[in-house]
């Protein structure tokens, strides 16, 4: 279609461009208009389109975030657009009248949406967008209204940029694997009372063990309670078949192998849970005077990282081949038989890892996998357990008593060497869990709390 042009009020001139994609208004001025029955309403002077009017700095929407220079529906009003200085932040309509922040369609003391999904209007369209100042007002073919300041639409934007930020800094926070050689640098020591007492040293602690996989929390009194108030002070502890708690001592007939005083190998706890528990905290309340009983530890995802560099065709196989992980035993007299199957590593919608499967005791017998993947799996996973072991991945060290050793369940392998008791001493340390969901809950709420004091003392 050719260029159409229009006199608007005060006769200020703007130009009209139609194309397939957008319907683009130029304007210098405060108007009201319409495109293809969109309203299109701005104040202040700016641009639409691909042609751009110069507009001085201070008649531009200025938010300490992008410049925001002018705004765009699409024909088919599905997209919204707001152009910027540094590029242009999309929309989808259908999102904007889904996420309304209104009294009506949302409940701010519980951050939830109030909007009836069994009589939203799927098919709902914008009949009119303005753009005053910071703030976007909609109004909708379902007779409601919108309003949108800027710095919430950007901090949502749909850019690349946004999403991982959001997904690496909020959701699930960044890692930092290592091999033996980086362990001293990234292992993080916290004190118990300042863990306990102190809400930064309360972050502090969980943001290395989310970010490294471990941290060491010391001088904790010799108390069999300790390991449960720290886990309270961060959310609630995660009960398993063992019970809230559990005791690592070398007991006759037990039928969990981490109960003998031989050599345990490397693995992760529990990989026969579906929700396996996320964080292992292990106190020393006793340790063993003699040679032995030290931990070991290795990053499954540094190991696991290396495979997919460096050998693709393992590190496929260990992340496709489902195994058969089971726990069949007794605790304290009750009975149990846990399954579940699941590969050696998992990996995310993103192709990051976010679980490591790996315990040869509870490795099932039965292998539902195609016989002709088992001898190609079994070379695999040789692969992987040879370098866990490796002197470059795996690290060995002696906790001391009044340490709690805290570490990623889900990432990091661990082990203990073979130990011999003395008489009338046995060592003895006392194990729980935490949730990663809680933990992450835990590390959100804390990083906002101490935002905003720190802003208060700021403002005093």
């Given at each position: 279609?050719?260029?159409?042009?229009?006199?608007?009020?005060?006769?200020?001139?703007?130009?009209?461009?139609?194309?397939?994609?957008?319907?683009?208004?130029?304007?210098?001025?405060s108007?009201?208009?319409?495109?293809?029955?969109?309203?299109?309403?701005?104040?202040?002077?700016?641009?639409?389109?691909?042609?751009?009017?110069?507009?001085?700095?201070?008649?531009?929407?200025?938010?300490?975030?992008?410049?925001?220079?002018?705004?765009?529906?699409?024909?088919?009003?599905?997209?919204?657009?707001?152009?910027?200085?540094?590029?242009?932040?999309?929309?989808?309509?259908?999102?904007?009248?889904?996420?309304?922040?209104?009294?009506?369609?949302?409940?701010?003391?519980?951050?939830?949406?109030?909007?009836?999904?069994?009589?939203?209007?799927?098919?709902?369209?914008?009949?009119?967008?303005?753009?005053?100042?910071?703030?976007?007002?909609?109004?909708?073919?379902?007779?409601?209204?919108?309003?949108?300041?800027?710095?919430?639409?950007?901090?949502?934007?749909?850019?690349e940029?946004?999403?991982?930020?959001?997904?690496?800094?909020?959701?699930?926070?960044?890692?930092?694997?290592?091999?033996?050689?980086?362990?001293?640098?990234?292992?993080?020591?916290?004190?118990?009372?300042?863990?306990?007492?102190?809400?930064?040293?309360?972050l502090?602690?969980?943001e290395?063990?989310?970010?490294?996989?471990?941290?060491?929390?010391?001088?904790?009194?010799?108390?069999?309670?300790?390991?449960?108030?720290?886990?309270?002070?961060?959310?609630?502890?995660?009960?398993?078949?063992?019970g809230?708690?559990?005791?690592?001592?070398?007991?006759?007939?037990?039928?969990?192998?981490?109960?003998?005083?031989?050599?345990?190998?490397?693995?992760?706890?529990?990989?026969?849970?579906h929700?396996?528990?996320?964080?292992?905290?292990?106190?020393?309340?006793?340790?063993?005077?003699?040679?032995?009983?030290?931990?070991?530890?290795?990053?499954?995802?540094?190991?696991?990282?290396?495979?997919?560099?460096?050998?693709?065709?393992?590190?496929?196989?260990?992340?496709?081949t489902?195994?058969?992980?089971s726990?069949?035993?007794?605790?304290?007299?009750?009975?149990?038989?846990?399954?579940?199957?699941?590969?050696?590593?998992?990996?995310?919608?993103?192709?990051?890892?976010?679980?490591?499967?790996?315990?040869?005791?509870?490795?099932?017998?039965?292998?539902?996998?195609?016989?002709?993947?088992?001898i190609?799996?079994?070379?695999?996973?040789?692969?992987?357990?040879?370098?866990l072991?490796?002197?470059?991945?795996?690290?060995?060290?002696?906790?001391?008593?009044?340490?709690?050793?805290?570490?990623?369940?889900?990432?990091?392998?661990?082990?203990?060497?073979?130990y011999?008791?003395?008489?009338?001493?046995?060592?003895?340390?006392?194990?729980?869990?935490?949730?990663?969901?809680?933990?992450?809950?835990?590390?959100?709420?804390?990083?906002?709390?101490?935002?905003?004091?720190?802003?208060?003392?700021?403002?005093?």
């Open positions: 279609m050719p260029q159409q042009s229009l006199i608007i009020k005060h006769y200020y001139k703007a130009t009209l461009v139609n194309n397939v994609t957008n319907c683009r208004l130029i304007l210098t001025t108007y009201v208009t319409r495109c293809e029955g969109v309203s299109l309403t701005l104040r202040r002077k700016h641009s639409l389109g691909n042609q751009q009017i110069p507009v001085s700095k201070q008649k531009r929407v200025a938010l300490g975030n992008p410049e925001i220079n002018s705004l765009t529906l699409s024909q088919k009003r599905d997209i919204l657009a707001l152009d910027t200085d540094n590029n242009t932040l999309k929309f989808p309509t259908i999102w904007l009248r889904d996420n309304c922040q209104c009294p009506a369609c949302f409940q701010r003391h519980s951050q939830s949406r109030t909007i009836d999904w069994g009589k939203f209007d799927f098919g709902v369209k914008p009949l009119s967008a303005k753009l005053v100042e910071s703030e976007l007002t909609i109004e909708w073919s379902d007779n409601h209204r919108s309003n949108f300041t800027l710095d919430w639409l950007i901090e949502r934007s749909f850019t940029e946004k999403r991982k930020l959001f997904r690496n800094k909020i959701y699930r926070f960044e890692r930092t694997t290592w091999g033996a050689d980086e362990f001293g640098k990234y292992l993080k020591k916290f004190d118990y009372k300042s863990v306990l007492n102190e809400d930064s040293t309360l502090n602690w969980l290395s063990l989310t970010k490294y996989g471990v941290a060491i929390v010391t001088n904790v009194p010799a108390k069999n309670n300790s390991n449960k108030i720290l886990t309270e002070r961060v959310a609630f502890t995660r009960r398993t078949h063992y809230e708690e559990f005791t690592v001592i070398a007991k006759d007939g037990t039928t969990n192998v981490a109960y003998l005083s031989s050599t345990l190998p490397l693995h992760t706890d529990l990989p026969y849970y929700y396996a528990p996320g964080a292992n905290l292990l106190h020393c309340l006793v340790q063993s005077q003699g040679k032995g009983g030290e931990s070991q530890l290795a990053d499954g995802f540094h190991v696991g990282n290396y495979l997919k560099l460096h050998e693709p065709e393992s590190y496929k196989i260990l992340t496709k489902l195994v058969d992980w726990d069949v035993g007794h605790e304290n007299g009750d009975h149990f038989h846990s399954l579940h199957q699941a590969p050696v590593l998992c990996e995310d919608e993103f192709g990051d890892l976010v679980r490591v499967n790996f315990s040869q005791p509870q490795r099932d017998s039965h292998f539902n996998a195609p016989l002709e993947q088992v190609l799996w079994y070379e695999a996973v040789g692969l992987f357990t040879k370098l072991y490796s002197p470059e991945n795996n690290v060995t060290f002696k906790l001391a008593e009044g340490d709690i050793l805290t570490f990623d369940n889900l990432r990091l392998v661990h082990g203990r060497s073979a011999a008791d003395t008489t009338g001493r046995e060592r003895l340390l006392i194990g729980c869990y935490l949730d990663w969901d809680e933990i992450y809950s835990r590390i959100r709420v804390l990083r906002k709390q101490l935002k905003r004091s720190k802003e208060m003392n700021i403002g005093q």
